[in-house]
């Protein structure tokens, strides 16, 4: 046999085994469908529940009939008398306290006594030849002017001049420079003194007459 044989019988079993197997589902399939319709449904209703029975009256225990109270006795409510009021003595006040004026201070006692009067110092000699009219300011000459020049010096504790100042012009200034300018030069002093005759420093004052010479 060919090769070609052997096939197309091959292919011819297995359409054979198709076909059977077709057929053989086919009616399978329709025995079960009509046996389906054969059976009947059958409904089954549920019986309706038992009816609940009331439940029997209780019997009620025999109970002892309370015993007799007796009514409470009466009270006799009174009205409260009113309240007292009371007015409190109210003492009459005290006399205000005298008050005393602080004692007064207790003055310091005074100084003691120096043992030395105290002194100014004094002129050595005559103040007169300390300004004259030689020295007379040579323009204040030949203008013709005069006046007067009132000055203070300080003295200090040897009795020489440390400080002048003119306290009382002349109305002009060559008359007053010149005055204060001879004073501390020429001036010397007995120096002044204090308490304890210690010699110190002080103040003198006095003036100048200027006068053109005749």
Not at 1 to 21: D, E, K
Not at 25 to 50: C, Q
Request: charged share 15%.
């Amino acid at each position: 046999m060919s090769s070609n044989r052997i096939i197309a019988i091959v292919i011819v079993a297995l359409i054979h085994i198709a076909i059977g197997y077709a057929l053989v589902t086919g009616l399978a399939y329709s025995a079960i469908k009509k046996a389906v319709e054969r059976v009947t449904t059958v409904d089954i209703e549920e019986p309706p529940p038992p009816e609940e029975e009331p439940p029997p009256p209780q019997e009620q225990p025999d109970v002892a009939p309370p015993p007799p109270v007796a009514p409470p006795p009466p009270i006799n409510i009174a009205p409260a008398p009113p309240p007292i009021q009371t007015q409190p003595t109210i003492p009459p006040p005290a006399p205000p306290a005298l008050r005393v004026p602080p004692p007064a201070p207790v003055a310091p006692p005074p100084p003691p006594p120096p043992r030395f009067q105290p002194k100014s110092p004094t002129p050595r000699g005559n103040p007169g030849n300390w300004a004259n009219a030689n020295d007379y300011p040579s323009r204040a000459l030949r203008e013709e002017r005069e006046g007067v020049t009132r000055f203070t010096v300080t003295v200090d504790a040897n009795g020489r001049v440390s400080n002048c100042q003119v306290t009382g012009s002349s109305g002009h200034s060559d008359l007053d420079s010149t005055t204060c300018s001879l004073i501390s030069r020429r001036a010397r002093f007995n120096p002044a003194t204090d308490g304890d005759g210690n010699e110190t420093s002080g103040t003198w004052s006095s003036s100048v007459r200027w006068e053109i010479p005749q």
